[in-house]
């Protein structure tokens, strides 16, 4: 199976030896459909919610000047992105693959868009993104161990290490326990925020609101400030897409999506808020602005000695936010080299474990070299603009499709007018770090203009040098033969048909 563009990513068995899959329907090897309502909030709540409530959840009172305006922008960036999270709704039931942002853009506006999104995620976005949550965790779990001391870097990084592998290993092996694990993630992150929220709106109704006071003051407010705080604000709640990149294992997408969505949105958005009023009861918005991490600050003035395990908590977080980005990637990875634009192995799924090994291992070894190597946090800069402006035109896509295909089905349908409104603010976002940063946002969009180049190279032009045919035809079925646990009998029994749907067939 080696012409990529026709090799699928199933594959139907009609051999009798069933060992491959014995409770397979048909016999076929597919990711299931296992995330339930509850899974998929659990996905959506635990990417969203990462360390950046616990550290440092400053941005927006920095740039909007007074307490009171910093909860109206958190309120007014949760509205806002409930919009872009119901126009997602609409389009993961509506187009019922996984991939994401890739599989909107390819539906609405062609390949060659598409690829250039999946080129920015595979070089740059996603490794550093992940390398970055990773070492948050890696810092905070050996906190406690190290306290009063700071901990050595290369402590951070080799803890680093152990848990990207970790999570690999975790979504390698089993997607029921990779979301298991995710739905406890999730509930110690809702459990963390309770202990920060409860007593701090306990305070409040005892009476302790001089923080409160003077919290709209007019000469306080920083109008120019405010788009940098709803850019903040937007960025602390981007996560609400994830659910769309494993539309296919959702039971039911056209009911569970918009639920799990729109249950999930009101929960982080009441956390939120709500953690933040808690945070001003007990801190002034000076003491939040020079405290290094709010959450240990605010557990120290409350708890005491109890401010030992917050780090615990924040590494659990950051843990969650791993393990549910990846489950995420994979899924995009998996869908892209299905529809021909990444090597054909990241398409194949393991016959007994029922995972995309290949897709989910793909980011390994390049968010390792970054870890060690690269400087992440500049990379991020020059690449986050990059995530508003995709979004942005995947629900322009949207609106654009309303026009161009009436037709399609849409068991769920959002008024016009939020897509138009979610989709203005992302171009808004994409301007003002035009115009804030104008040298890193270019570099970042020149980063980006390389797969251009790319997509012909790759995609277009099938000619390839014969050395390079030569070493991929030695090596790939090896490869594939190891990572898949097949043998060299039913590695040579695969083909793909000109024409097959998209699925890889074994025959005896």
């Not at 960025?235 to 296919?248: P, Q, S």
């Not at 708890?303 to 977080?317: I, R, Y």
């Not at 499709?401 to 007018?417: E, G, I, S």
């Not at 997509?455 to 090596?475: A, E, M, S």
């Amino acid at each position: 199976c080696i012409h990529k563009a026709s090799c699928g990513s199933l594959w139907s068995m009609t051999s009798p030896d069933r060992r491959l899959e014995p409770d397979a329907p048909n016999g076929k090897v597919e990711l299931r459909k296992k995330v339930t309502l509850l899974r998929g909030i659990s996905i959506i709540i635990g990417t969203i919610i990462g360390a950046g409530i616990f550290i440092s959840p400053k941005g927006i009172l920095k740039n909007s000047g007074s307490v009171g305006m910093s909860l109206v922008v958190w309120i007014a960036c949760g509205v806002l992105s409930l919009f872009g999270a119901l126009s997602y709704a609409e389009l993961g039931t509506s187009i019922q693959k996984s991939g994401g942002h890739y599989t909107y853009i390819l539906e609405a506006f062609g390949p060659q868009m598409a690829f250039i999104r999946l080129w920015a995620d595979l070089i740059a976005i996603r490794p550093a993104g992940l390398a970055v949550i990773s070492l948050a965790f890696g810092q905070y779990i050996l906190e406690p161990i190290f306290m009063p001391c700071g901990v050595p870097e290369i402590a951070i990084k080799l803890a680093t290490s152990i848990g990207i592998t970790s999570v690999m290993y975790l979504n390698s092996m089993s997607t029921s326990w990779t979301n298991r694990i995710q739905i406890f993630l999730t509930f110690s992150k809702l459990l963390a925020i309770a202990i920060i929220i409860v007593p701090g709106l306990y305070m409040l109704f005892k009476g302790e609101t001089k923080n409160f006071e003077n919290a709209f003051e007019v000469s306080n407010i920083k109008l120019t400030g405010l788009p940098l705080a709803f850019y903040s604000g937007m960025y602390a709640y981007a996560g609400w897409f994830y659910l769309n990149f494993v539309t296919e294992e959702v039971e039911n997408p056209e009911k569970t999506v918009p639920l799990a969505i729109c249950i999930s949105m009101a929960i982080v958005t009441f956390c939120y808020v709500l953690t933040n009023v808690a945070y001003y009861t007990v801190m002034s918005a000076e003491e939040l602005l020079a405290s290094q991490a709010v959450a240990v600050t605010f557990a120290g003035k409350m708890m005491g000695n109890f401010s030992v395990a917050v780090p615990v908590f924040v590494a659990l977080s950051c843990f969650g936010s791993m393990n549910g980005c990846l489950f995420a990637f994979s899924r995009m990875f998996f869908v892209a080299s299905r529809e021909g634009h990444l090597p054909e192995v990241l398409s194949m799924i393991h016959v007994r474990r029922h995972t995309p090994l290949a897709a989910v291992l793909v980011l390994y070894p390049m968010t390792v070299f970054q870890l060690f190597v690269g400087d992440i946090y500049s990379l991020l800069n020059f690449m986050s603009f990059l995530r508003w402006l995709f979004i942005g035109v995947a629900v322009l896509g949207l609106i654009y499709m309303r026009y161009t295909r009436p037709d399609m089905p849409r068991p769920f349908k959002v008024p016009l007018f939020i897509p138009a409104i979610f989709s203005f603010t992302c171009f808004f976002m994409v301007f003002l770090s035009l115009y804030s940063d104008p040298v890193n946002t270019g570099i970042g969009f020149a980063i980006s203009l390389t797969g251009i180049p790319a997509y012909y190279v790759f995609i277009v032009f099938d000619r390839r040098p014969k050395w390079l045919q030569d070493g991929l035809g030695n090596t790939l079925p090896t490869f594939r033969r190891h990572l898949l646990d097949i043998t060299p009998k039913e590695e040579r029994m695969l083909h793909c048909p000109n024409n097959y749907g998209g699925y890889c067939k074994m025959v005896s």
